[in-house]
T-cell receptor, first 112, second 111 residues
């Protein structure tokens, strides 16, 4: 297993455009998490899935954000009508026993 | 809202020095994890502690979970330039899956 994979690594988009990120977790891990990290801050929780069920969403996840995990495998995070404040590193992580995450390398989003 | 406060925010030391970083909260956590993050990469798990008073050692790194499970510390002995990075603590809340992260301590070790 190659760990948690995120694509793309970098994304530059114009304000108002939609973007979608993909995360492929470790195959044995049933939990998948999305976090957002801005410069000088720790990761902030967005949402998490156990298998295909989305169990919790942060208040940070506005109506413009949606996440899916069809069939409990890979996950996608979509941001509609991007704003400059959405610029951040979007991190995906997975775990199986709640004793430690394996993070991907993240997707760096820049909204211009 | 549960908050984890890390101190210091920044630490710049010379190779060979010892250091301690702290992670404090007013809330009780079921587990406490430490991660190290390099620029442009995701955090990498260093250790998980789950029992109050627990001490774990990982080569030159010593991690301690407070007796009341509200705080933790990370001590590095004889720091090396390869220890440079952002050290993040994160608290777990048992059956709830997501972790709460502190803002991190940015460590720079100069040769």
């Amino acid at each position: 297993d190659t760990g948690v994979s995120q694509n793309p690594r970098h994304k530059i988009t114009k304000r108002g455009q939609n973007v979608t990120f993909r995360c492929d977790p470790i195959s044995e891990h049933n939990r998948l998490y999305w976090y957002r990290q801005t410069l000088g801050q720790g990761p902030e929780f967005l949402t998490y899935f156990q298998n295909e069920a989305q169990l919790e969403k942060s208040r940070l996840l506005s109506d413009r954000f949606s996440a899916e995990r069809p069939k409990g495998s890979f996950s996608t995070l979509e941001i509609q009508r991007t704003e400059q404040g959405d610029s951040a590193m979007y991190l995906c992580a997975s775990d199986a026993l709640n004793y430690g995450y394996t993070f991907g390398s993240g997707t760096r989003l820049t909204v211009v | 809202t549960q908050l984890l406060e890390q101190s210091p925010q920044f630490l710049s030391i010379q190779e060979g020095e010892n250091l301690t970083v702290y992670c404090n909260s007013s809330s009780v956590f079921s587990s406490l994890q430490w991660y190290r993050q390099e620029p442009g990469e995701g955090p990498v798990l260093l250790v998980t502690v789950v029992t109050g008073g627990e001490v774990k050692k990982l080569k030159r790194l010593t991690f301690q979970f407070g007796d009341a499970r509200k705080d933790s510390s990370l001590h590095i002995t004889a720091a090396q330039p390869g220890d440079t990075g952002l050290y993040l603590c994160a608290g777990g809340r048992g059956s709830q899956g997501n972790l709460i992260f502190g803002k991190g301590t940015k460590l720079s070790v100069k040769p």
